[in-house]
DNA sequence: ATCGGCTCGCGCAA
DNA sequence: TGCGCGAAGCCGAT
């Protein structure tokens, strides 16, 4: 029997009984947050168990009727994802299933019945729902003895072993991560081929044509992106791309003129179709084709200010909500300053269709509607403005995280929760010199976003972006971040890596 | 171009 | 209890 080392036990949290799996008694992953194959620890974990029973493996993901709303943009990336993921799975000698619950704990209790499992292992969100669900699900699991793990397969130190509070910024986390980096920033195991294979009752083949027509029809407010190529395959591609050749640009990451200095793997990272550890890990070993500071920023980025965003999620409840800012400064100031007059009020609408005074901040929001991602320094830029342009901080917040939710790939996440309160309620920051509308609220101004980078670049850029979308052409102009993704190449790499 | 003050809460020394 | 530190910026003084 495989012993887990310490690290890996601590990555999972577990509900009182013990695994029961056999032949059988098949070992079931509840995937919904991290849906790759390689590199993930609660299916690492899954496979442990499993193979110490002699039991099969299956994965499950749930997707519901409504996406919660999602547009083909987000599905679409998600479904043609998963589908490549099955036959990954396949590969590894691990079932795959989808269900269609609106409510998800008791559509997957009822397939973990249905193949007879009574041992399963989820992987972790801070977002209110999917705790609601994982608590729902282990109430399920008690009622019938079933052994229930949630495995913290996103971020490199799980989120209740980073801290048992709510972190007041990146400081105060920085060192509390680094302490645990020793036991947690490791390689991981190979991905095994799992022993055992399902042999229990018919699991229904996933539709996948017609699960992905509903979507993208239900969805086809806002339409997918062609720059972005789905999956885990892709992922790795992107990650080899940014490491090995544009890793050493990162020092420019806030000149939004030049979209290759940053990595570009925030869809992926999204949907957990690439892990963060892995990013981290690449980096560090491709650090002298770029240099250390560069390096150094990404792993900011990419670790310290990622997992913070988990951390304040899960620690402060109204995460979307002025509310979930738990310090009085900002709150009050804001308080003290809604009556401010605005210089500019728009309605959604016209900030949706980017019809503002300015150039900078148009060009930002038509990359998100376009595009499905923003520049990062623009995030912040654009979501500044929002509250400057509003009625009130409330309203302002509500638009901000509606735009990024629509839009974004990357929506729905705790990062971009987080960017919104961050930008628009001063979370993880200090106040500041005190002035019209922000009140304390860190402040920025187009005059100075002027003096640091070419607008008109930026703006060409998005005006090319925007051209190709609308033809619907698959050029690189299309892609914001100008990715030669070699998928061929990438899927050549791991052949050979695996022999 | 560069620097310091702005403002705040935490962490640590005393 | 008090002081140093930071934080993806701004602004005015040098």
Redesign the pocket.
Known sequence: MPLLDSSKRRRARTRGTTPQAGPDAPVLYWMSRDQRIDDNWALLRACDVAEAHGAPVVIVCNVRATCLGAGARQCGFMLRGLRELERNAAARNVGFALTRGDDPATAIDAFAKKIGSKTIVCDFSPLRDELRWRKEFAALCDARSAHFEECDAHNVVPCWEASDKLE?????L??RLAKRYPEFLREFPEMPTVSAAYRGPAIEEVKWDAVLAEALERGAAVPEVTWAVPGETAARAVLDDFVNNRMRLYEKR?DPSKPRALSGLSPWLHFGQISGQRCALEAKKAVGKASPPAYDAFFE?LVV?RELSDNFCYYSPQYDRIEGQK???AKD?LREHAADKRPYVYTLEELERAKTHDDLWNASQRELRYGGKMH??C??YWAKKILEWTESPEQALEFAIYLNDTYSLDGRDPSGYV?CM?SIVGVH??????REIFG?I????Y???KKKFSIPDYVARVNALVKAAKSGETSRVANPGLFAIDIAGAKKRKAEAMG
């Open positions: 007041v910024g990146a400081r105060t920085r060192g806030n980025e200010r310090y009085d400064w100031t990062g320094f995030r912040m960017g961050w920051d200090q106040g500041w010199k005190e304390k860190r402040y920025m101004t005059e100075s976003t």
